[in-house]
């Protein structure tokens, strides 16, 4: 091949580099109207009611949690399939994580261990629910509201793989249909992005106001919120969070992406589609999502790879296909094979079946709206050479 490639690459073009300079010339650089402009795009393409950019999609997801008031009486449950963030946002409010077991099919949770998890398990506080749209495709989140019998529950969805991406009935991930708060990643490795970046979507105005006084060091100034009689210079400081902003050359950025969002939507499925055509060549290879779909955005394109049966460790042709032009990477390890989870649960894996046999086979290839196809089937012939 004439260049290496990344299993992800970020999408930058002149039309995204004239917003950005723009707006290094106006008169804001930073909590100014083209965040709230981004804001206001991002929750009008969504179907949502409002929307609040942080300066990253944890931040994003720590925030919800506290936005809800999550606490130490609370239970987190959630994939193991999924970056550290998801589970993060729970724990940094005290919650007690729980780890649901995955659908092999999807590498989303599994909705009916979800329910059972969520019914045997007692606690005094109420059940946190955060769905991780795995790869871009969308949890049911329909069937997942119609399991929850307390009213208390709390839903949050981690989207961060899933702008674009659409739930069974045709409405866009991040609608908050049946969930209280969606969040998403603009990282560069996402499907759209800000350089980092990310955003919390809500119907609920309470839970608006909440992340916004959450983003801004926990500085109150709306009179019908203050303590004391308003005055032009006075603000309260009601709790201790942060400074988590988005600046103006971010959301310049992202509006700019967001305008070519469903093409490269179109693009990805594509690029998905010869991939599953080509890699039903290959013994002991398929694709986890076998099956297009024009309701979802791949993020991800995830094969599984029975290195028992080929007779290589995932490490060897992971290096083999390295040394031929060729980046992959693996999405997830396992949030209970890491120290910081083993530390407070032991060796949990024999609870995991269908995660743990995932794991040993997955290894995400190249998926981005620059390649084209004459890439794939150059992966693709790649990776039978490195096979044989």
């Not at 929850?148 to 839903?155: A, F, K, L, Q, Y």
């Not at 460790?313 to 992959?328: H, N, S």
């Not at 079946?353 to 004459?374: C, D, F, I, T, V």
Request: charged content about 25%; hydrophobic content about 40%.
């Amino acid at each position: 091949m004439d260049a290496f490639i990344p299993y992800v690459k970020h999408s930058i073009n002149e039309d995204d580099i004239a917003a950005v300079v723009e707006a290094m010339r106006s008169p804001f650089i930073t909590r100014g109207p083209k965040t709230e402009e981004f804001e206001a795009a991002v929750a009008h393409y969504c179907g949502a009611r409002f929307a609040v950019s942080f300066n990253s999609c944890t931040t994003g997801l720590i925030a919800a949690a506290h936005a809800a008031d999550v606490s130490k009486y609370d239970r987190f449950l959630t994939t193991p399939n999924t970056f550290v963030a998801t589970v993060a946002a729970g724990i940094h409010c005290g919650a007690t994580p729980v780890l649901v077991d995955i659908d092999p099919n999807t590498g989303n949770i599994d909705l009916a261990q979800l329910k059972y998890s969520a019914e045997v398990q007692s606690s005094r506080g109420r059940n946190v629910y955060a769905p991780v749209h795995f790869a871009g495709v969308p949890v049911d989140m329909e069937e997942l509201e119609q399991g929850i019998t307390d009213p208390e529950s709390i839903v949050i969805e981690d989207a961060a793989h899933a702008i674009g991406s659409e739930y069974q009935d045709g409405q866009k991930v991040g609608c908050c249909e049946w969930s209280d708060m969606t969040v998403f990643s603009f990282h560069p490795a996402k499907n759209i992005t800000t350089g980092e970046g990310g955003m919390v979507l809500t119907n609920d105005e309470a839970l608006y106001h909440r992340l916004k006084r959450f983003r801004n060091n926990g500085v109150e100034r709306e009179p019908q919120y203050l303590d004391r009689e308003p005055q032009p210079w006075y603000y309260e400081v009601k709790e201790i969070t942060g400074n988590y902003h988005l600046n103006e050359m971010q959301a310049a950025l992202g509006l700019s992406q967001l305008k070519r969002l469903d093409q490269s939507k179109d693009k990805r499925q594509e690029l998905l589609q010869v991939y599953r055509q080509r890699i039903r060549e290959i013994d002991h290879v398929r694709l986890l999502h076998d099956k297009g779909s024009d309701q979802v955005m791949f993020h991800l394109c995830v094969a599984l790879f029975d290195f028992d049966a080929i007779g290589k460790t995932r490490g060897e042709v992971m290096e083999a296909l390295k040394e031929r032009g060729i980046g992959t990477q693996v999405h997830y390890i396992p949030i209970y094979c890491h120290p910081f989870f083993m530390k407070m649960a032991g060796d949990v894996s024999a609870y995991f079946p269908n995660m743990e046999a995932y794991y040993r086979q997955a290894l995400s290839l190249p998926l981005y709206s620059q390649l084209n196809e004459k890439d794939i089937h150059n992966i693709v012939e790649t990776i039978k050479e490195v096979l044989a």
